[in-house]
């Protein structure tokens, strides 16, 4: 489907990305490269800078692999722009926020769009993997615009999105946010209760944690247990090698805000991720966690 028969199938044209650290600049690279018009905000210019070079790095792996071409790639940066200033999204018909998995930031986020996005229907969404979106939706004069659009990393690349819809959220808001994740953004959509984890983290975590604390007994070595789940159980990567290319302090949030919701042991983090964390041993990102990466 080409990108103006895409378009015909949703009023939304313009989307604002807040943040660009690594789930936010897939997200803008995936909006780019489907033909809407992208501005991507940060806190700093420096990291909108670091921003800007991971979308053009991405975008040239992807040519430089054949996935894209050059004139495609171009056409994706050109769709681009970058900002400091949440004011400028007055105009989207759609912002994402993706930032740091922190309940008061979000919600902070949501207020301020709620006073700077003047479009009346635009649809704000978060990218949160557990915080409730009731929370997020009830801090805006627009709760029923609220919605959850979870992505999975690397999100160019995984063609899962999870649509969460808060229990404010209406009818209109749904339907216009399934058909930009589907029509337009080719992403495969399924539907989550907004409740902790959703769909694939309330299943993944729990499996994410019994292997840290397996490693962290000494049943076994993270190299056997991670071949064990890869050869023993065909998953093409093991848990602690996915904990770690997630962001131990992503995983370490998801399983404090489910153990919050839920109070089930299997939720609580183990003592030794809440210690990486607090080390910065956050995984690829920082180039240390269960592996190193330099």
Do not use: W
């Amino acid at each position: 489907m080409k990108i103006s028969e895409r378009h015909d199938v949703t009023d939304i044209e313009r989307v604002g990305v807040v943040g660009c650290g690594q789930m936010g600049a897939g997200i803008a690279e995936v909006c780019a490269r489907a033909g809407l018009d992208v501005m991507v905000a940060e806190t700093t210019g420096e990291a909108l800078e670091l921003g800007r070079t991971r979308l053009t790095t991405s975008l040239d792996r992807a040519a430089g692999r054949g996935k894209i071409t050059q004139e495609e790639r171009d056409a994706t940066l050109d769709r681009l722009s970058f900002t400091t200033d949440l004011g400028a999204f007055a105009d989207r018909d759609l912002v994402v926020e993706a930032v740091v998995e922190n309940e008061q930031v979000k919600t902070e986020i949501f207020q301020v769009l709620d006073q700077v996005v003047t479009r009346p229907d635009a649809i704000l969404a978060s990218n949160t993997s557990s915080i409730p979106l009731v929370k997020l939706a009830v801090a805006t004069s627009r709760p029923d615009q609220v919605i959850g659009i979870h992505f999975f990393n690397p999100a160019p690349v995984q063609r899962l999105v999870e649509l969460i819809p808060a229990l404010t959220t209406g009818d209109e808001t749904i339907k216009r946010t399934e058909e930009i994740v589907t029509a337009v953004l080719g992403k495969h959509a399924i539907r989550a209760q907004d409740r902790s984890g959703f769909v694939v983290n309330a299943l993944l975590i729990p499996y994410l944690l019994s292997a840290i604390r397996m490693f962290e007994s000494g049943i076994a070595s993270r190299e056997d247990i991670d071949n064990g789940m890869e050869m023993g159980c065909a998953h093409p990567m093991g848990p602690l090698k996915l904990a770690d290319l997630i962001g131990l302090d992503t995983v370490a949030s998801v399983a404090y805000s489910m153990y919050e919701e839920y109070k089930e042991p299997l939720y609580a983090a183990p003592p030794l991720l809440q210690r990486m964390v607090d080390a910065g041993r956050l995984g690829r990102k920082t180039a240390s966690g269960f592996y190193d990466y330099a």
